[in-house]
């Protein structure tokens, strides 16, 4: 891999700016390691506790939404679509409405972490069409849902 990289910087004609060759990444963390290590804490700590965050709405979201059907129709579309829109696109809001400490960083990490749907059922009235899917998309996985012809494109998603 690094030999592969070398190659693209030599031959390609990239900027060193652009693409830095590896030993120049090398010497560079050398030389900047005590700002490394000052600031590796820091990160790891709020992606920690944006992880433990996440796993503690999960489960404070998923117990109420499991017992009360209501509540799971309201709610399940709400995560879906917010799943959807990338981060890109609301960190500077988040950024803006909590500042430049550790809580947008935390946010951000919450939303960051993979989303998950466990045991979805679908009943008509009393009659359990399906049950038991289970399914986990992990940040930069693509997943389509094919539904039979005929079957509106809206229709997975109000199974849901």
Do not use: Y
């Amino acid at each position: 891999m690094v030999l592969a990289w070398k190659s693209c910087v030599t031959f390609s004609g990239i900027s060193p700016i652009t693409l830095p060759a590896p030993s120049r990444v090398i010497a560079q963390t050398i030389e900047h390691r005590s700002a490394l290590l000052e600031n590796t804490i820091p990160t790891l700590n709020a992606t920690l506790l944006g992880f433990v965050c996440s796993l503690a709405a999960a489960f404070v979201f998923s117990v109420p939404i499991d017992f009360f059907r209501p509540l799971r129709r309201t709610l399940i579309p709400v995560f879906v679509i917010s799943q959807t829109v990338p981060l890109v696109a609301i960190a500077s809001l988040i950024v803006l409405w909590f500042g430049f400490g550790l809580t947008p960083k935390v946010i951000l990490e919450a939303l960051v972490t993979f989303f998950l749907l466990t045991d979805i059922r679908k009943s008509f009235d009393e009659m359990d069409v399906f049950g038991g899917i289970s399914l986990q998309v992990k940040r930069g996985e693509f997943v389509s849902i094919l539904s039979p012809s005929g079957m509106g494109k809206s229709t997975p998603f109000r199974l849901l």
